[in-house]
């Protein structure tokens, strides 16, 4: 197993358990209405979609003509 | 105003400390729009150097990574990208629950947040490092892929930095009882501050690994 495969795969399991927790940090903001707390909301939403684009790029699917060093 | 007496721990008759609280309350959200407004400024310094990047692959080179000398300069390093972005989102969901656990009153498990967002800001800046040493598409000065790339991810990496020397000083703060469980804005706008590194890094990751 290469340098690239084995960072691809802790890429792949740490964006697992960071959108998870980002999901739990999301679900516990909710219900909260100050500017702070709506801010957060975006925030977080758009960290637990840069987790989606580490999965797509541990899997190969992004970028399309293929990456790694 | 019940809920505020008994949650703050004045008594009926203390004037004083519940218009403390109200003068708090007012100035806090003040400071908050006030912080709110600084970061929307820095979206916009972020977006004109973005957009300055797109228009400039998209208009100037026909293909991209762009040809220098005869040769099409190589794909950055997407496998440890993704890996180096993985640190700095986990850092964001740590300084996440390090604010949680301080509004709980847990200050052990703050203590352990904290210094976990620290120490993996610390471990992309270490990671920004060994990029900047290994990419293959030549200086800041070579062509416009280098020129655009270390320019916004500079200045990317020197936000972090300064976010990490931030949340080194909220911890110092914390230790000298600068903030209580109830008056903490300065661990609010840290805690903004750091995800707002974060979805920076979001959109940089994507437009120069992953388009």
């Given at each position: 197993m290469d340098l690239a495969t084995i960072e691809k795969v802790v890429a792949f399991i740490g964006a697992l358990v960071v959108f998870t927790f980002a999901l739990i940090g999301l679900k516990g903001e909710w219900h909260k209405k100050g500017l702070d707390d709506n801010v957060t909301k975006v925030l977080l939403g758009l960290m637990a979609f840069g987790c989606v684009l580490v999965v797509l790029a541990s899997f190969g699917v992004l970028p399309r003509g293929g990456g790694g060093a | 105003m019940a809920v505020s007496v008994a949650v703050h721990g004045?008594?009926?008759?203390?004037h004083g400390g519940h218009d403390d609280d109200i003068i708090y309350q007012e100035t806090r959200d003040m400071r908050l729009m006030g912080f709110v407004l600084f970061l929307v400024s820095d979206v916009v310094l972020f977006s004109s150097y973005i957009f300055a990047y797109i228009y400039l692959r998209n208009s100037i080179q026909p293909t991209w990574p762009p040809i220098v000398d005869g040769h099409q300069l190589p794909r950055l390093d997407t496998a440890f990208a993704a890996f180096n972005s993985v640190v700095l989102f986990g850092s964001g969901v740590t300084m996440h629950f390090a604010l949680e656990s301080w509004k709980h009153a847990n200050k052990p498990r703050f203590n352990t947040f904290m210094w976990l967002t620290i120490f993996l800001g610390l471990g992309f800046l270490g990671g920004q490092g060994y990029e900047y040493a290994h990419?293959?598409?030549?200086?800041?000065?070579?062509n416009i892929f280098g020129a655009s790339f270390f320019t916004l991810t500079g200045m990317h990496g020197i936000h972090v930095f300064l976010g990490v020397c931030f949340l080194f000083a909220l911890w110092i703060q914390t230790q000298r009882g600068v903030y209580t469980e109830h008056r903490f804005f300065g661990l609010t706008a840290g805690t903004l501050y750091w995800h707002f590194v974060d979805v920076i890094w979001v959109v940089l990751f994507f437009l120069f690994y992953l388009w």
């Amino acid at each position: 197993m290469d340098l690239a495969t084995i960072e691809k795969v802790v890429a792949f399991i740490g964006a697992l358990v960071v959108f998870t927790f980002a999901l739990i940090g999301l679900k516990g903001e909710w219900h909260k209405k100050g500017l702070d707390d709506n801010v957060t909301k975006v925030l977080l939403g758009l960290m637990a979609f840069g987790c989606v684009l580490v999965v797509l790029a541990s899997f190969g699917v992004l970028p399309r003509g293929g990456g790694g060093a | 105003m019940a809920v505020s007496v008994a949650v703050h721990g004045h008594g009926p008759d203390d004037h004083g400390g519940h218009d403390d609280d109200i003068i708090y309350q007012e100035t806090r959200d003040m400071r908050l729009m006030g912080f709110v407004l600084f970061l929307v400024s820095d979206v916009v310094l972020f977006s004109s150097y973005i957009f300055a990047y797109i228009y400039l692959r998209n208009s100037i080179q026909p293909t991209w990574p762009p040809i220098v000398d005869g040769h099409q300069l190589p794909r950055l390093d997407t496998a440890f990208a993704a890996f180096n972005s993985v640190v700095l989102f986990g850092s964001g969901v740590t300084m996440h629950f390090a604010l949680e656990s301080w509004k709980h009153a847990n200050k052990p498990r703050f203590n352990t947040f904290m210094w976990l967002t620290i120490f993996l800001g610390l471990g992309f800046l270490g990671g920004q490092g060994y990029e900047y040493a290994h990419a293959q598409i030549g200086g800041w000065s070579g062509n416009i892929f280098g020129a655009s790339f270390f320019t916004l991810t500079g200045m990317h990496g020197i936000h972090v930095f300064l976010g990490v020397c931030f949340l080194f000083a909220l911890w110092i703060q914390t230790q000298r009882g600068v903030y209580t469980e109830h008056r903490f804005f300065g661990l609010t706008a840290g805690t903004l501050y750091w995800h707002f590194v974060d979805v920076i890094w979001v959109v940089l990751f994507f437009l120069f690994y992953l388009w």
